[in-house]
């Protein structure tokens, strides 16, 4: 890997770091989301400074082609990240769902009790 | 002149009754209980004691919980605010002294087990160790030394409960630590109060240990995003 690519990747890496930890801060993100992108951009920033990491780990594993370590894992990784929103998809629809039943039930009772009250100043 | 106990309850039947009559005991102090979805009774228990009782739709964790209630106790008119376990937990005596330290100046006063004249409470191995470290994480963003970071057993001034309102963060830990590091950096002042707690009367603890780790990552992560932005922005801190 060239200088210039390893700087740019750290510095890539390192400013959505940054920017999401000030999401965070501005409480524009969740923290727990935020842990989930910092578990890929911090583990970036070694590997872009030490790119020997990858041909070691290949090797160490028993890849041929040590880059396809790294393709395979971040794949891996963001089908878990996008099954994880999937589940957290379907909780936040079932709540919306409850949501709404609660506020028809709610009206239901509040039109209740406007009746019984009329029903009491007419007699 | 009234404050408020809010009282967040997550399955907590067997408990809750217990705390309310304690909590009757005392004289200017309105209860809620905030039923934080449970599917138990929680929410008779409180309508039998005749006491408000602010049902969620769905489990909220205890942050929303207290939220909630913090909420009530504004729509109520509550100059403060004192939050109590419904496990049993924290001793209703002791929270004339935390409304004490409210009256005396303090926005922020916190039931420690720890402190120097509190009682004995014992605590494992893994939990103190954990406790340790997010005390001297107060200690090192704040310079406020807390001794029970992590106690839920709290008193607010009606300008804290104003803020926490609208900003209380909601995640587990956070609930508890971060909102000292909010308060502190809010210009409020926080305050210590030893109490004694007693073993938990029913209910299961909250948090396992193995989510631990990953609460702290996450109470870390907030803390960071706070100070990031509270430097950025300069005046506000």
Redesign the interface.
């Given at each position: 890997m060239s200088a210039a690519a390893q700087i740019t990747l750290t510095v890539v890496a390192l400013g959505i770091t940054?920017w999401v930890?000030?999401?965070?801060?501005?409480r524009r993100l969740?923290?727990?989301y935020?842990?989930l992108w910092?578990v890929i951009t911090v583990p970036l920033v070694p590997l872009a400074v030490f790119p020997a990491i990858v041909d070691e780990a290949g090797e160490f594993l028993g890849v041929n082609y040590a880059p396809a370590l790294l393709f395979s894992l971040s794949s891996l990784l963001l089908l878990g990240i996008v099954i994880h929103y999937s589940w957290e998809l379907s909780r936040l629809e079932s709540?919306t769902r409850?949501?709404g039943e609660?506020i028809a039930l709610l009206n239901a009772r509040l039109d209740d009790a406007e009746r019984a009250d009329d029903g009491e100043g007419e007699s | 002149m009234s404050a408020v106990a809010v009282i967040p309850a997550y399955n907590e039947q067997a408990s809750l009754g217990g705390v309310l009559a304690e909590i009757a005991e005392i004289d200017g102090l309105v209860p809620v209980v905030v039923d934080d979805g449970s599917s138990d009774g929680t929410a008779a228990v409180a309508r039998n004691a005749g006491v408000a009782c602010v049902r969620l739709?769905?489990n909220l964790g205890v942050g929303g919980a207290v939220r909630t209630g913090l909420r009530w106790a504004l729509d109520h008119d509550a100059d403060r605010v004192v939050i109590v376990d419904a496990d049993g937990q924290h001793d209703p005596a002791d929270v004339a002294a935390l409304l004490g330290a409210i009256d005396a100046g303090a926005g922020l006063a916190i039931g420690s087990r720890f402190a120097a004249d509190a009682g004995d409470y014992a605590v494992g191995g893994t939990r103190r160790r954990a406790m340790r470290i997010l005390n001297r994480l107060v200690r090192m963003t704040t310079g406020f030394a807390a001794t029970d970071a992590t106690s839920g057993f709290r008193a607010m001034s009606r300008p804290v409960v104003e803020y926490l309102a609208r900003e209380y963060p909601v995640?587990y830990l956070?609930d508890t630590v971060e909102v000292i590091i909010l308060v502190r950096r809010a210009g409020h002042e926080v305050v210590e109060v030893p109490v004694s707690m007693r073993e938990r009367s029913g209910g299961e603890p909250s948090a396992r240990r193995f989510r631990l780790v990953?609460n702290f990552?996450?109470?870390l992560?907030?803390i960071?995003?706070?100070?990031?932005?509270?430097r950025?922005d300069g005046g506000r801190s």
């Open positions: 940054f930890v000030r999401l965070v801060g501005l969740r923290s727990k935020a842990l910092l709540r409850r949501l609660e | 739709p769905f995640e956070a990953f990552l996450r109470l992560v907030g960071a995003g706070g100070v990031l932005v509270g950025r």
